[in-house]
């Protein structure tokens, strides 16, 4: 008589994630749930979101070229 064997993906793993699989899965549904968070803020308030993503620019900007003039070499070589 054969047994009959349910060897098939059905849709979910027989054993549970554990270890690091459990720490990325819960990683995982911890940034898809602030995501979703953020974005129903966002289309909340667009105006608010606008100035943050404005403010943001600017200020990676300004740190950009504060860096880029502070490694530039201000003697001059024909003294």
């Not at 699989?21 to 968070?37: C, D, G, P």
């Not at 289309?43 to 404005?54: E, G, I, Q, R």
């Not at 943001?56 to 504060?66: K, Q, R, S, T, W």
Request: charged content about 20%; proline content about 4%.
């Amino acid at each position: 008589m054969a047994i009959k064997l349910n060897a098939g993906f059905t849709g979910r793993p027989e054993n549970k994630p554990e270890g690091i699989r459990k720490a990325a899965s819960n990683t995982a549904s911890a940034v898809r749930r602030e995501v979703q968070a953020v974005a129903t803020g966002a289309a909340d308030h667009p105006h608010t979101a606008s100035s943050v993503v404005v403010g943001i620019g600017v200020l990676a900007f300004g740190i950009g070229y504060l860096l880029g003039r502070q490694s530039v070499d201000t003697r001059r070589f024909w003294r």
